[in-house]
Nanobody, 114 residues
Framework: VQLQASGGGLVQAGGSLRLSCQAS????????RGWYRQVPGKQRELVAS???????NYGDSVKGRFTISRDVRANTWYLQMNSLKPEDTAVYYC?????????WGQGTQVTVSS
């Protein structure tokens, strides 16, 4: 499975961005779809995930501000990010699990200015 992330950019604090992750095959076959982020010198952290049944999970720092969603027909999932803060600045990676395998997108930079 190949994942293509897009939608990053530069935004002011309080603004919004929507990230997209398009999969090369139907996302019905994926057990989990989600987003992680990483800043230099720190471990990659979970931002949001969605299981195949639709259950969602969010990192504590983004709860109430970020929303993960999916468009099955488009083989795509999204991360709507609202009320962005400078500490949300990171490279965001889309992630998927299918069986015993993990798949990662190439990363998209999100920069939030104060």
């Amino acid at each position: 499975v190949q994942l293509q992330a897009s939608g990053g950019g530069l935004v002011q604090a309080g603004g919004s961005l929507r990230l997209s992750c398009q999969a090369s095959r139907t996302i019905f076959s994926l057990n989990v779809r989600g987003w992680y982020r990483q800043v230099p010198g720190k471990q990659r952290e979970l931002v949001a995930s969605m299981a195949s049944g639709g259950n969602t999970n969010y990192g504590d720092s983004v709860k109430g501000r970020f929303t993960i969603s999916r468009d099955v027909r488009a083989n795509t999932w999204y991360l709507q990010m609202n009320s962005l803060k400078p500490e949300d600045t990171a490279v965001y990676y889309c992630h998927a699990v299918r069986g015993l395998y993990d798949y990662w997108g190439q990363g998209t930079q999100v920069t939030v200015s104060s």
